[in-house]
């Protein structure tokens, strides 16, 4: 019986981890990770996050062919074939800092890998990584002393949070890269009759393992590029009283465009895409290459530039000041079906907002107390000045409260912004929201989700992102 083992239980490990197991009946997978909270949560009942079909995927395997588990030396030990998973966040300090991934906790997984293998293993890079990291980890593993092979592959995960599992059951492509040596080849194909126990064979692409490095990095930065082009045209339709709704949906019939990834928001969140893009900018740095670097800063900088243009909007509409003004946050997560708040936009808004004095209620279905208070308390790192911000003071905390319904949040509001696209908020009683809101009444669609038409009947002054102004 193949063995797994991944190192990493977290969004990425958990769910693609679970769906291998449940796909290959034959494999004995186990997912380990040093968090003995997130261990044990993924041994309960309350799984350590949201992800719409996972619970099930979950609940078939856990037990036969699936295990958790912070034993991370003795699966990894006996593993075959070893994933990491971990997180590659921006490096905080130090040379690249604000830029950089941050690949403390790889380097500590590949030297752990090293010291505990007893036989030869594949090495799977499942991570978000640099183009070359492989490389510095082949160093890592072939230094071990004991004439053990690795051989190292890059797998990177194309899977987004809130569709988890429906994309890793159908995934567009699995792309494998590795050394173009018949040992290499060989791994690749270890990795591929994996995957194949589900995914077609013209589905599975192979690379060298620079390109499949890379090609994680260039999709990022791709998708992150149409939000940012959206969204900058979102700012122009305002100006002109063009629809940005109307103009996404012509330039997207274009079918060398196409429709998807063309929604105008206020802005897009999730540890990915600006991680990854400063990265990107970061690896063209070091290749001389400052132009293309600072192409793709532009996409970071005007997803900033969405972030702080709503607040402006919201600040302005409201006669200038939100001093003491109750304004309901609706969503706080990235996005929908996730509770998930790394990056999300939300906290770049409640931070403006709460900047100019303002009292906020939010409300998220999926993201507690907690992890708003940390997200709003946080520093945030500026990578175009690389020093850290002030924390926010514990007073401004108390300027926010937390509830779990979205009609206690909008009560006696002056405003609302909805700031995640999750569905119950297409679908509130409005006219109920509306009678019990201060006046005017003001709603801010971050995702533009609700009808503002029918908003306006009721008696709500509307402002959609990249739309007509209200009349
Ligand atoms: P995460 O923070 O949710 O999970 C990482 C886990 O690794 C944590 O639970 C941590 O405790 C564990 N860990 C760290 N060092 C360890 C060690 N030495 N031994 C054992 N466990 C260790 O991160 P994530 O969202 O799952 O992302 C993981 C990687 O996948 C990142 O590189 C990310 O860029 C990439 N990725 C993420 C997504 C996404 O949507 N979240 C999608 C594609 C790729």
Known sequence: MVKICCIG???????????????????????????VSRIAAWNSDQLPIYEP???????QCRGKNLFFSTDVEKHVCEADIVFVSVNTPTKTRGLGAGKAADLTYWESAARMIADVSKSDKIVVEKSTVPVKTAEAIEKILTHNGKGIKFQILSNPEFLAEGTAIQDLFEPDRVLIGGRETPEGQKAIQALKNVY?????????????????????????AFLAQRI???????????????NIQQVSYAVGKDSRIGPKFLNASVGFGGSCFQKDILNLVYICECNGLPEV???????????????????NRVVASMFNTVANKKIAILGFAFKKDTGDTRETPAI?????????????????????????????TMNKFDWD?????????????????????????????????????????????????YDNMQKPAFVFDGRNIVAADKLREIGFIVYSIGKPLDP
């Open 9 to 35: 239980a977290g969004y990425v490990g958990g769910p693609t981890m679970a769906v291998i197991a449940l796909k290959c009946p034959s494999i004995e997978v186990a997912v380990v990770d040093i968090s």
């Open 53 to 59: 079909g996972l619970d099930g995927v979950v609940k």
């Open 196 to 220: 194949a126990h589900w995914v077609p064979e013209g589905r599975i692409l192979t690379t060298n393992l620079w390109s499949a490095e890379l090609s994680k990095l260039a999709a990022n």
């Open 228 to 242: 940012s082009s959206v969204n900058a045209m979102s700012a122009l339709c305002e100006a002109t009283g063009a």
């Open 293 to 311: 670097a600072e192409y793709w800063k532009q996409v970071i900088k005007i997803n900033d530039y969405q972030k702080s243009r709503f607040v």
């Open 348 to 376: 770049d808004v409640c931070k403006g907002l709460l900047g100019d004095k303002a009292r906020l209620s939010i409300y998220d279905p999926q993201v507690t107390e907690d992890q708003i208070q940390r997200d709003l």
């Open 385 to 433: 000045h690389p020093i850290h911000l002030q924390p926010m003071s514990p007073s401004t905390v108390k300027q926010v409260s937390v509830t779990w319904d979205a009609y206690e949040s909008t009560k006696d509001a002056h405003g609302i912004c909805i700031l995640t696209e999750w569905d119950e908020f297409r679908t509130l009683d409005y006219q109920r929201i």
